[in-house]
T-cell receptor, first 110, second 112 residues
Framework: EADIYQTPRYLVIGTGKKITLECSQT?????MYWYQQDPGMELHLIHY???????EKGDLSSESTVSRIRTEHFPLTLESARPSHTSQYLC?????????FGQGTRLTVV | TQLLEQSPQFLSIQEGENLTVYCNSS?????LQWYRQEPGEGPVLLVT?????EVKKLKRLTFQFGDARKDSSLHITAAQPGDTGLYLC????????????FGAGTQVVVTP
């Protein structure tokens, strides 16, 4: 069973609000990732991290930012939410080959 | 440009039928993984293949890694409704060990 947790599971928020999606893992993994996914569609990598104080932008341009101050914690922040940000956000971590995913945060911006 | 191309995009079959899903790339991968994702959940790893030509079996699922480590296939024998889900392949390229790239996925629906 994967020890990676995302909160909240569901979030409905108004346009212009600042939000932070939380992701924590207790496996001590160095590599962590954020993906954006629309229902039944492909995963788009938006941010990743190789370890503490390391963050990189992924392949999909995103207005979000991330931080990696502690190994176990990789939060994603949207300074000003817009309806175009409505999607599912998946966090993952891995040490070697296998990636472990959280259950995701379903974000709706109205 | 998608690094990993999966085909078909969608597959609907009857219970008991067989199916094959493909994952192809022009890049060489140090390893390739298959995940299954159910609605509202994160993907869950099914298998990792690392050696060119490798074949792995997981009950009714058979995974094959191409000799050149650029492609893979997933074959399901006698599909069951519980096999329904989005099947994703993911590759760790030899020159970008940190990033894990996913294919677009194949949506499989198995009806009773």
């Amino acid at each position: 069973e994967a020890d990676i947790y995302q909160t909240p599971r569901y979030l409905v928020i108004g346009t212009g609000k600042k939000i932070t999606l939380e992701c924590s893992q207790t496996m001590g993994h160095d590599k962590m990732y954020w993906y954006q996914q629309d229902p039944g569609m492909e995963l788009h990598l938006i941010h990743y991290s190789y370890g503490v104080n390391s963050t990189e932008k992924g392949d999909l341009s995103s207005e979000s930012t991330v931080s990696r101050i502690r190994t176990e914690h990789f939060p994603l922040t949207l300074e000003s939410a817009r309806p175009s940000h409505t999607s599912q956000y998946l966090c993952a971590s891995r040490q070697n080959t296998e990636a472990f995913f959280g259950q995701g945060t379903r974000l709706t911006v109205v | 440009t998608q690094l990993l191309e999966q085909s078909p995009q969608f597959l609907s079959i009857q219970e008991g039928e067989n199916l094959t899903v493909y994952c192809n790339s022009s890049s060489v991968f140090s390893s390739l993984q298959w995940y299954r994702q159910e609605p509202g959940e994160g993907p869950v790893l099914l298998v990792t293949v690392v050696t060119g030509g490798e074949v792995k079996k997981l009950k009714r699922l058979t995974f094959q890694f191409g000799d050149a480590r650029k492609d893979s296939s997933l074959h399901i024998t006698a599909a069951q409704p519980g096999d329904t889900g989005l099947y994703l392949c993911a590759g760790g390229a030899t020159d970008s060990w940190g990033k894990l790239q996913f294919g677009a996925g194949t949506q499989v629906v198995v009806t009773p």
